[in-house]
């Protein structure tokens, strides 16, 4: 069983930064992804950066150049930093792990609610 918890949240004026993180628990295989997805209210669930164990990371073109993902395979843990936030940033952001060698099983974190005013 694997637990996601994710921190870092709050609430910054547009131009500000956060650093969210999130700290995996329990099983979890050298081999994996780590990633992060937000919810706006009245969205669906929106990618919006990956990094895998290899190395490899991913991002959603409306946050390149602004949002930084990076990781702690020691520690299972993986970081959002957050630049040049913007309103439109404003929704819960989730992690989540992804374990290709054992399935795909995919887990997830309860969210963290990031809130830009303007």
């Known amino acids: ?9 709050g609430l910054v004026q547009a131009g500000g930064s956060l650093r969210l993180s999130c700290a995996a628990s329990g099983s979890i295989s050298s081999l994996n992804v780590m990633g992060w ?18 190395g490899i990371t991913a991002y959603v073109d409306s946050v ?12 299972n843990t993986v970081y959002l930093q957050m630049n040049s936030l913007k309103p439109e940033d404003t929704a819960v952001y989730y992690c989540q792990l992804v374990q290709p060698t054992r399935g795909g099983v ?13």
Not at 1 to 9: I, K, M, P, T, Y
Not at 43 to 54: C, G
Not at 67 to 72: A, H, K, L, P, V
């Open 37 to 54: 997805y937000r919810q706006a209210p009245g969205k669906q669930r929106e990618f919006v950066a990956h990094s895998a164990s290899t």
């Open 64 to 75: 390149k150049g602004r949002f930084t993902i990076s990781r702690d395979n020691a520690k």
């Open 106 to 118: 995919v887990d997830w974190g309860k969210g963290t609610l990031v809130t830009i005013s303007s």
């Open 1 to 9: 069983q694997v637990l996601l918890v994710e921190s870092g949240g």
